[in-house]
């Protein structure tokens, strides 16, 4: 970052005020996030405010921890922090880009700007297992591109390098512009353009134009002319600037003469300044190809021989662009992180790490020839283990062999562990052998898609409106725990579960936030009280109950329960009669507080029963208004779900209850279009072989008929999720992209399809659905509903989780 920098020389290169402490404070790092709480004495927190959250309201707890130095947009009481200093701006996020403006105006080097809607990340690790022999190359850490992400990727510029290579994106209009001014880029590279976030867009030339602004200031961009509309926007755009395309037309700057495909790669004949030669990429699928070929034209534009970046072309290795999240042996937590390290995207791996709670220790197991020092690295976790190389820091194993051998499996116990380094130095025998043992078949589950929906609901609601995230049935077979902690760490504000034993398990885990209990028996009552779980009471019984219950803990006040309203779905909840006798119980006591008053829609998700919803939202409100106004403190009222926030947002009154929508899973198709499903079910091929014409298959004995057929038997079944309903051709998978139907009946474990067309082996990943099979097919041909379909995977199919 700037050299020298403290507060003073921040408030006059940018010219505003420094209120408060006048010191000339040292700011060696920039944070943003409030639960990110390093060095702070040498840290300027930027104040940043957000549809939801505003850091503002962060200051008086970062102050507490240690935090002087604050980048601010609002007015701050700045007497009630004597030590603080405060650069008083308009807009925080223009002042923190500003800032890296300035940063990345002190170096001379040339920087690549890559942006698109896919593929970013793939160029820029790419490029830099190309070049990393002959640059000292700063690039974004893991896939930082946004508003915040690229400056904060721009300030880890430091002297010593000598190329910079960053990605850029945007989500909305006149986005791009700013980041262009950030980056000043010198070469452009456009990958792949598809859908994301074109819901802000009236068009794909609109987003296609907003991208291509990154390269204002560049003198070369790089791109496909493969696509027509990419050739005429560059080309009427930048007609002034070199343009550096690939494709088959006779002047394209590299000119792909032919494409020949072969099992682990593809043979690229190219033309260049007259030259022909062959480049092997060692893939196979479009879009490698293609970002393959992006860098290929990077490498021609800094004068590198076709024959050496052919050589190099070949050992190109696959970016792992996810964190994997598994259960480990003894009660441990597996997160096992391959990416190509650096400080930054280390410390982010870390961090994720810390953010897995219920576990005693915290442990790095590190590549010894990759490990970093990395600031306060010690401080963050319990334990370091090494790996081979020369470094003894921490625990130190010669060889993966001798920590296979002599390790000590006690010290996992209850720990959560990150395993750090790529696959090629053999860190993934450690990550299986530490690993619960389970089938094959696995169900992952994508966090970053998870955020993204919570995110999108978020952005329907009011800032005010709260968010009741519901991870009731093992978080809708998505896994409880995890779950939880990935939605407690996103500041949601509360959670939901069907039954007692569900929050005792999520307070065992760690999870502080509010625990709201759907179905609250008698029986649990006082474990609720002793784990401040609140029960939903919905009925004069229950509540008499809970109130017997809390007499025998004569020091519990103003206990927060939820009442449950009957509007028309007949199910649980109070009547009007009952409601008011209810009333007359709660007032004018002091142990039992009403934090909330609901009911259910039965109905949201269908346009046929509009007028019902409505009557019961309106019998909602009659009601709850009239149970509220006895009191004398405030009570949230909440009736929406997943479709309701959709389809009657102003209705979303003081906080709704968000559930199948957080897994990427909604009624109506436009908002369909903006989420995207979470969980991916996962089997491989165990066995394939012929099976004669006239032969039986299975249970039952099914004839196959008059043809031979080619059959692959799947390690799922029944007791899986993979219901009996599928057989006979009623269930479809999918093996190396191609539909494969049932045959025979689905077995307790094992499951028979047709692969007679398909070319397969044993061994071969089959999708049972994921983003691009969508669960909803999934339970159609189940004729069910995607609710119930993931419910019903069971509890035997391993969880892996990601983070991208």
């Keep these: 970052m700037l050299e020298s920098l403290n507060i003073l020389d921040l408030a006059i290169h940018l010219n505003i005020p420094l209120k408060g402490n006048q010191e000339g404070k040292q700011i060696n790092h920039f944070v943003l996030d409030s639960r990110k709480k390093a060095n702070p004495q040498e840290a300027l927190f930027v104040c940043l405010k957000g549809e939801r959250h505003n850091a503002h309201d962060y200051i008086s707890e970062l102050y507490k921890e240690g935090y002087r130095s604050f980048l601010i947009d609002e007015e701050v009481s700045i007497d009630s922090f004597p030590d603080a200093s405060f650069l008083q701006t308009d807009n925080s996020l223009l002042a923190f880009q500003n800032i890296a403006k300035l940063h990345r105006d002190q170096f001379d080097m040339p920087i690549v700007g890559v942006t698109g809607s896919f593929g970013k990340t793939i160029i820029k690790e790419w490029l830099f297992q190309l070049l990393q022999s002959d640059f000292h190359i700063v690039r974004s850490p893991k896939s930082y591109n946004s508003q915040v992400g690229l400056p904060l990727s721009v300030l880890q510029i430091k002297p010593y390098h000598n190329l910079g290579i960053f990605e850029a994106g945007i989500s909305k209009r006149k986005e791009m512009a700013r980041l262009s001014d950030v980056l000043k880029c010198d070469v452009g590279i456009l990958s792949n353009i598809g859908s994301a976030h074109q819901e802000n867009f009236d068009s794909f030339g609109e987003i296609l134009d907003e991208k291509l602004n990154l ?100 050992e190109l290795k696959p970016i792992a662009l996810r964190l994997q999240m598994k259960h480990g042996i003894n009660d441990s937590l597996i997160i096992h992180d391959p990416y190509l390290k650096d400080e930054e995207s280390l410390n982010i791996s870390v961090d994720f790490l810390k953010q897995q709670k219920g576990y005693s220790k915290y442990i790095l197991i590190q590549d010894a020839e990759e490990t970093l020092k990395t600031s306060d690295l010690s401080k963050k976790l319990d334990q370091i283990i090494t790996i081979g190389g020369s470094s003894k820091e921490g625990i130190h194993f010669n060889s993966v062999s001798e920590f296979i051998d002599k390790h000590n499996k006690d010290q996992f116990n209850n720990a959560a562990i990150l395993i750090n380094g790529s696959f090629n130095h053999q860190l993934e025998i450690i990550n299986q052998a530490l690993q619960e043992k389970a089938h094959q078949t696995v169900m992952e589950i994508n966090i970053k898609h998870l955020v993204d929906n919570l995110n999108y609901f ?318 909803k097919e999934f339970s159609r041909q189940m004729d069910t509903i995607p609710y119930e379909a993931l419910t019903s995977i069971s509890p035997r199919v391993k969880r892996v989780y990601f983070q991208e």
Aim: charged share 20%; aromatic share 8%; glycine share 6%.
């Design 215 to 314: 390269f204002n200031h560049a003198s070369s961009i790089i791109y496909s002319s493969e696509v027509k509309e990419y050739n005429e926007a560059i080309q009427s755009k930048f007609s002034d600037k070199q343009l550096l395309s690939w494709g088959q037309r006779a002047n394209d700057y590299l000119k792909i003469i032919s494409q020949e495909k072969e099992k682990e790669k593809t043979i690229v004949t190219v033309q260049y300044l007259g030259e022909t030669s062959p480049l092997v990429i060692p893939f196979i699928d479009k879009y490698s190809i293609e970002n393959a070929l992006h860098c290929v034209v990077f490498l021609l534009h800094l004068d590198y021989p076709l024959e050496i970046i052919s050589k190099r072309l070949a």
């Design 458 to 775: 978020k952005s329907k609601l009011k800032p005010s409106t709260k968010v009741m995230a519901m991870v009731k049935a093992f978080s809708y077979g998505s896994g409880s725990d995890e779950i939880a902690s990935i939605l407690q760490y996103q500041k949601v504000d509360s959670l939901g579960v069907a039954y007692a034993d569900e929050g005792l398990a999520l307070r065992k885990a760690g999870i502080t936030l509010p625990i709201l209990v759907m179905n609250a028996e008698p029986s649990a009552f006082e474990m609720m009280i002793k784990n401040h779980l609140s029960p939903v009471i919905f009925n004069l019984k229950g509540l008499k109950s809970f109130k017997q219950a809390l007499d025998m803990n004569s020091d519990t006040k103003h206990f927060p329960i939820h009442i449950e309203l009957e509007t028309g779905m007949h199910r649980l909840g109070f009547n009007q009669k009952d409601l008011n006798e209810a009333k007359n119980v709660l007032i004018d006591q002091n142990q039992i507080k009403v934090q909330s008053i609901f009911s259910h829609l039965s109905a949201s998700d269908d346009e046929n029963k509009n007028e019902f919803t409505l009557n019961q939202i309106s019998t909602f409100k009659s009601m709850s208004d009239d149970f509220r106004g006895a009191f004398d403190y405030s009570i949230d009222q909440h009736i929406l779900n997943t479709n309701g926030i959709l389809r009657f947002p102003e209705y979303q009154m003081d906080m709704v209850r968000l559930g199948i929508g957080l897994y990427g899973i909604c009624y109506k198709k436009s908002d369909q279009r903006n989420l995207t499903e979470v969980s991916s079910l996962k089997t491989s091929i165990s066995q394939i072989k012929w099976v004669k014409s006239e032969s039986n298959i299975g249970y039952g004995g099914n004839n196959i008929g008059s043809s031979d057929l080619k059959i692959a038997i799947l390690p799922i079944g029944y007791a899986d999720g993979f219901r009996r309903s599928l057989s006979d051709g009623k269930g479809i998978v999918y093996i190396n992209n191609q539909a494969a139907s049932v045959i025979g009946k689905v077995c307790m474990d094992m499951t028979m399809v047709d692969v007679t067309e398909i070319n397969c082996t044993e061994g071969d990943e089959v999708i049972i659905f994921d983003q691009n099979h969508s669960i």
